[in-house]
């Protein structure tokens, strides 16, 4: 049986690549629904780029709603350095959708969706953790129907901030809430996601699949790619978002323990900071953290879920 997610994303090209993980037909995951948060760039672009994904991956039948607009307390942070002005740079995709928004915001679609289904739904948090804490304060009666939320973000080291992972820093109030509401988390930072990388080779192996959803992907690696040589001086880019879809489809990939995270809110050069705390009681355990990966494993995923789009 399928197991039921919902995405909240800030499309970003390696959300782009977790909703293409997800859509696949090796995916044992059904996409109940998409939601967007303001985060790689503002919540309207995002929006327009989920939309235009869904066109490429034919999720016709896939509700997409926009959400926040902003953090929960501080002002919008942006990351178009690494993906652009439009956030999804790199890509030959039409510019304008075909497929159109719900008119409801994005937390409301989670509450809707959760307190609907007979079973309980897995969220998975690319981006900023804004949508979620909204759903969980105006309705705490979602927490018992969330199976589990499988985010990409913290760690026990920053790339916003020596301290400070990009989508925990950009809403550390809502990450807080999320963390400590009571549902069970598993956490995919950078400690695992820097062990995902892509290099050229990685893109020309997967330019050679030929299909229209591969030739998407290298083009925005390629992209992606080029943005971190540029600022860093790196020859790899770390894929962070797919890494939790990887996670859902095939558990053996990674390696997780349970802890218990603390977010701070209130450090003058610590804020947006996942304190990791390892070797805990049972009962102060709030996540389980993915700590190593087998990147020949991941690879091999996500290439046999490229192959399987038809020409």
């Known amino acids: 049986m399928n197991r039921k997610i919902m995405i909240d994303c800030d499309p970003g090209q390696d959300d782009a690549m977790a909703l293409m993980l997800a859509a696949s037909s090796i995916s044992n995951l059904r996409i109940e629904a998409i939601t967007t948060v303001a985060g790689n760039v503002d919540v309207d672009k995002n929006t327009r780029n989920a939309l235009r994904l869904c066109d490429l991956l034919e999720l016709k039948d896939v509700p997409v709603a926009k959400g926040a607009s902003r953090p929960l307390v501080r002002e919008m942070l942006i990351a178009a350095d690494i993906h652009g002005k439009s ?40 981006g900023p953790l804004t949508n979620i804490a909204m759903a969980i304060r105006k309705e705490p009666g979602i927490i018992p129907k969330i199976r589990e939320i499988v985010l990409m973000g913290g760690g026990t080291y920053g790339n916003r901030t020596p301290a400070a992972e990009f989508n925990i820093f950009a809403d550390a109030e809502a990450a807080k809430i999320v963390f400590e509401s009571g549902a069970p988390i598993a956490m995919f930072g950078l400690d695992v996601t ?51 879809v990887a996670y859902l489809i095939d558990p053996s990939i990674f390696q997780l323990e349970p802890v218990h995270v603390d977010v701070e809110t209130k450090g003058e050069f610590t804020y947006g900071m996942t304190c990791v705390h390892k070797g805990v009681a049972s009962d102060h355990v709030n996540a389980k953290f993915a700590g190593k990966l087998d990147p020949k494993k991941f690879w091999d995923l996500f290439y046999r879920a490229l192959t399987t789009y038809s020409s």
């Open 87 to 126: 956030g999804l740079d790199g890509t030959a995709m039409p510019e304008q959708p075909v497929k159109q928004t719900v008119r409801v915001h994005g937390a409301d679609l989670i509450i809707e969706k959760l307190l609907a289904s007979e079973e309980a739904i897995t969220l998975v948090p690319t």
């Open 194 to 244: 820097h062990q995902a990388r892509a290099n050229a080779e990685t893109i020309e192996e997967i330019r050679a699949i030929g299909n229209p959803v591969a030739t998407a992907v290298s083009d925005m690696l390629t992209f992606y790619l080029n943005a971190y040589q540029g600022l860093l001086g790196r020859t790899s880019a770390a894929i962070h978002d797919p890494c939790p």
